[in-house]
């Protein structure tokens, strides 16, 4: 007889986004399981269309749960919520086999109140939920999150938008991975005109996309900025006819704009600052890449999520400018047979950076093999990248490429080696095998580098990630978690990444 499984998980629709890797675990452990989750009615929408659950069923009341759990014919009890309700339902349910949760709410209230660690804090919540699984012998499938585990998050649709908002104003890398949402609301709206609304110094990055009819500026820091600069913003949007604004920027001043300028479908992060200006709210998970994040806004529109691809590749070539940029190789010295290798040592946050001398040893030794790395970065790299050239013998191209120009380099690389930052998502984007050295920060928070393709070396440390973008100076005073990634390390890796591309 197959095992009749029932899953409780009582909160906050993020907790119940996160439970996703569990219906997972269960089904590839036992195939012929079933699976039915009792959730909260507000957050039942979230779980549907998930392909691991054959039954939602919305809590009423304690009564209706424990007549419902005793006449179903429940094998196992799968408490994720671990209060005192689900305590009496578990007791009361009369249901063979139990598992439970470690919930350790005293000690996350003991960190909140009083700073007081402890190691029981280090584990993520889905790492949690996925260890209750260990009772019963249900090895775990993966904690990752993936687009489909958003369910539908259906809700009344227009048929058909003639014109989009999407409101991106963050840094580099957060607006590279908001293209992919682009192309999505294509599918979505062939005929709709897209607009994006961003800052000057993202503006050619969506100018020269394909998917993007128009590039409205945010001028933050001039006749945008101050208190008033949104009204102002949005008096430039309102009366323009904008039919749905998306939102995968999380502040409160993007949501606040699209509010005052009456665009009437409003579709951003449930974590928004803003969140109270918008009209409709996706579950915003750390697990999950930030593409994928960003794909999820389409959920209220595009419920089964079918248009949603899983393309990693979305950033286009300007033939002419790739040709000038493979002559400028030339020029610099790259010989027939040699394979180009990018390198980008630098990120506006210091703990994101990996050692300067190593970066120069593993140029050195790229270049033993018979490689031709190019450093490249902005003019904030070029000190930087000078020293390490003078040590290493590396090209030094630091603030000498517009990002059209980084663009249209990409395919002529072989591998991009690059600490977490936008010209690594550029990358990736662009379907150069990228990999990633991250300090501070961690793959866990969604920003890696998007693809099958790459890889990211990383130390496993109680203290990562430290900040969510990093910072200026390591808050542990060791910065261990880029001291202790050798450059043996690094350069395996990337000699294991040629390797497989050369035999692809």
Request: glycine letters at 8%.
């Amino acid at each position: 007889m197959p095992n009749n499984i029932l899953v409780v998980r009582l909160s906050s629709l993020g907790d119940v986004i996160l439970t996703a890797p569990v219906y997972r675990a269960l089904k590839a452990h036992w195939p012929d399981c079933r699976i039915s989750v009792l959730v909260k009615p507000q957050f039942a929408a979230a779980l549907e269309g998930n392909p691991w659950i054959d039954e939602i069923i919305p809590f009423s009341s304690l009564q209706a749960a424990v007549t419902l759990a005793r006449s179903s014919g429940f094998t196992h009890f799968l408490d994720l919520h671990a209060n005192l309700r689900s305590f009496f339902l578990r007791r009361l349910s009369g249901i063979p086999l139990k598992a439970v949760y470690r919930k350790d709410a005293m000690a996350r209230r003991l960190f909140v109140a009083l700073g007081v660690p402890s190691p029981v804090l280090e584990k993520h919540t889905v790492q949690r939920y996925l260890d209750a699984l260990a009772a019963w012998g249900v090895p775990a499938a993966g904690s990752s999150l993936v687009l489909k585990d958003y369910g539908s998050l259906q809700s009344t649709a227009p048929a058909a938008a003639s014109k989009v908002l999407v409101i991106q104003s963050a840094f580099l890398g957060d607006s590279l991975l908001t293209l992919p949402l682009a192309r999505e609301i294509k599918a979505l709206w062939p005929g709709c005109k897209l607009s994006v609304l961003t800052l000057s110094k993202t503006a050619e990055l969506f100018s020269s996309s394909e998917w993007v009819d128009e590039v409205i500026i945010d001028d933050k820091r001039g006749v945008h900025g101050g208190p008033f600069g949104p009204w102002k913003m949005a008096r430039a949007l309102k009366g323009r006819g904008f039919e749905v604004a998306i939102i995968p920027h999380r502040s409160f001043r993007s949501a606040l704009i699209a509010y005052i300028a009456s665009i009437p479908r409003r579709i951003g992060f449930s974590s928004s600052a803003g969140r109270i200006f918008l009209t409709d709210e996706v579950p915003f998970a750390w697990l999950m890449h930030d593409v994928d994040r960003n794909l999820a806004l389409l959920k209220p529109l595009d419920g089964a999520g079918g248009r949603l691809t899983e393309k990693s590749v979305y950033l286009g070539q300007d033939e002419a400018q790739s040709g000038a940029m493979l002559a400028r190789l030339r020029e610099a010295g790259l010989k027939d047979g040699q394979l180009a290798i990018g390198v980008h040592p630098g990120s506006v946050w210091e703990t994101k950076r990996w050692l300067s001398e190593r970066f120069a040893e593993l140029c050195r030794k790229l270049i033993e093999d018979g490689h031709f790395p190019v450093l490249v970065g902005g003019p904030q790299d070029k000190e930087l990248c000078a020293g390490i050239a003078r040590a290493s013998g590396a090209a030094d191209w630091a603030g000498r490429t517009k990002l059209n120009e980084l663009k249209a380099l990409m395919p002529h690389l072989s591998l991009f080696i690059t600490n977490d930052s936008g010209p690594m998502h550029l990358a990736a984007g662009c379907g150069v095998p990228t990999l990633a050295i991250f300090g501070a920060t961690t793959r866990e928070l969604g920003f890696f580098p998007y693809g099958e393709a790459h890889r990211v070396v990383e130390v496993d440390l109680a203290c990562r990630p430290c900040r969510l973008h990093g910072g200026r100076v390591c808050p542990e005073g060791h910065f261990l978690c880029m001291k202790l990634i050798t450059t043996d390390q690094v350069l395996g890796a990337a000699r294991s990444m040629l390797k497989v591309k050369a035999t692809a």
